[in-house]
């Protein structure tokens, strides 16, 4: 996570983020806004209503040098922190680690009289109860030049509330990633709510002959009776996605997690090879659509050649679906494509098609006489991706929204989309 508030006029570095373990899950851990662009604030959810706030923090250091084009001397610790702290719930663990850059005879030794912004950090800490963690005295900082001494300048404190769940606090030698100053490593017993994603089905190992029959059985008892209503369509939807995930169920298998590498002898070369295959695969795949819509239905009305001439009507022609028209657009689709929320994929509706039609065919029809999509076909799952190379990630902008429509519904929204299209050529 990055600082939720940058400086206006010219950019400052980010010097401050917080990575978050995938573990967590989305809704575990949430960012605290903080104004500055030296410190992220993170609450995590911990088990029977506990929270941890966690703020890591760089403080600018003294005033000579570049820093202070961005910000003031100790502005982290004299007015950034207090009033984070202070808005912190009185119940919530507080954890706060990062480079302070002042010196204080509280953990170096060394130091004879501290100056006043290290004073005014002892007492923000006091006040707030946060003790050290990491020993006093311990070198977490060597600066390049070695006329310099070594310094204990990276802190590591917390609640004392928090102090009963340390495990070990110190320097973590096997992270040294040559850095002037040395990693640190706190680790804590917590216990954090998990976060299990959903399993998912492996319908390449779909079984045809269980699909079919629990599918056969489950259409049994779906009732034939005619789609006059809005309100009919919906609930024939319903119970046709009912007994989808039905037949779903009991011939899909889940997919195995997969742990490591799986393939050893993977190397970059092959997947070069599988990435070139699949290009040519989807590059086929566009084509064979491209010669399917010249096959398509055409649809055409009877005129009599001998009956005198008319004006040419406003109404376009619209003839009552055929069910060869369903078949096309459900055996040209993408048969593992991304499914909605309903988990059904295009291979189980293709498995499925003789079974399917009689069944999706009027309902098809309903809702284009009626022009009313059911309710239950509206829903898609929806996931949000970063655009690559964008400047500033705070920005809505710089992320893109991607819906899962139902396979099912996505059927008849393609026979509209070829109908249209049909249209549009031939009638202008």
């Known amino acids: 996570m990055p600082p939720t508030s940058l400086p206006d006029g010219e950019t400052a570095p980010i010097r401050n983020l917080i990575l978050l373990s995938t573990r967590l899950g989305p809704a575990v851990a949430t960012q605290v806004a903080v104004d500055s662009g030296d410190v992220v604030a993170v609450d995590v959810e911990l088990l029977h209503g506990d929270t941890i706030r966690v703020v890591s923090m760089y403080n600018p250091c003294n005033e ?8 003031p001397y100790n502005h982290s610790v004299s007015t950034i922190l207090p009033p984070l702290l202070a808005l912190t719930a009185a119940s919530s663990l507080v954890v706060v680690a990062g480079d302070f850059n002042l010196s204080h005879p509280d953990w170096d030794e060394l130091v004879g009289e501290p100056d006043e912004a290290a004073e005014e950090a002892v007492r923000t ?100 009776s005619p789609l006059l209503t809005p309100v009919d369509i919906d609930e024939r939807a319903i119970q046709l996605t009912d007994a989808l995930q039905t037949a779903v169920s009991a011939a899909t298998p889940f997919a195995r997690a997969r742990a490591g590498r799986v393939v050893p002898w993977w190397d970059k070369e092959l997947a070069e090879a599988s990435r070139t295959a699949k290009n040519a695969a989807n590059r086929a795949f566009r084509l064979r659509g491209v010669a399917g819509r010249e096959v398509e239905v055409e649809f055409a009305e009877e005129i009599d050649e001998d009956a005198p001439s008319q004006p040419q009507s406003t109404t376009l022609p619209w003839p009552e679906l055929h069910e060869c028209e369903v078949k096309s657009v459900i055996m040209q689709a993408r048969p593992f494509t991304a499914c909605g929320p309903d988990d059904v994929p295009n291979h189980v509706l293709q498995l499925l098609l003789p079974l399917l039609l009689p069944h999706l065919v009027p309902l098809y029809r309903a809702s284009l006489a009626l022009g009313h999509l059911p309710r239950s076909w509206r829903n898609t799952s929806c996931i949000v991706l970063r655009k690559p190379k964008k400047p500033d990630y705070r920005n809505l902008k710089a992320y893109r929204l991607i819906a899962f429509e139902r396979c099912i519904a996505k059927g008849l929204e393609r026979i509209v989309a070829a109908r249209l299209l049909h249209l549009a050529e031939n009638l202008g």
Not at 134 to 153: A, G, Q
């Open 64 to 71: 000579r040098g570049k820093e202070v084009r961005y910000l």
């Open 125 to 224: 800490f006091i006040h707030h109860d946060l003790i050290h963690y990491l020993p006093p005295n311990t070198i977490t900082h060597h600066h390049h030049n070695t006329n310099y001494r070594s310094k204990p300048l990276d802190l590591f404190l917390g609640s004392l509330r928090a102090k009963d769940r340390v495990v070990s606090c110190g320097l973590a030698n096997d992270l040294e990633s040559g850095s002037d100053h040395r990693p640190i490593r706190l680790v804590l017993a917590l216990e954090t709510t998990t976060y299990t994603p959903p399993p998912r089905r492996a319908f390449r190992r779909t079984d045809p002959t269980i699909l079919e029959r629990t599918f056969l059985d489950a259409i049994s008892r779906l009732p034939t």
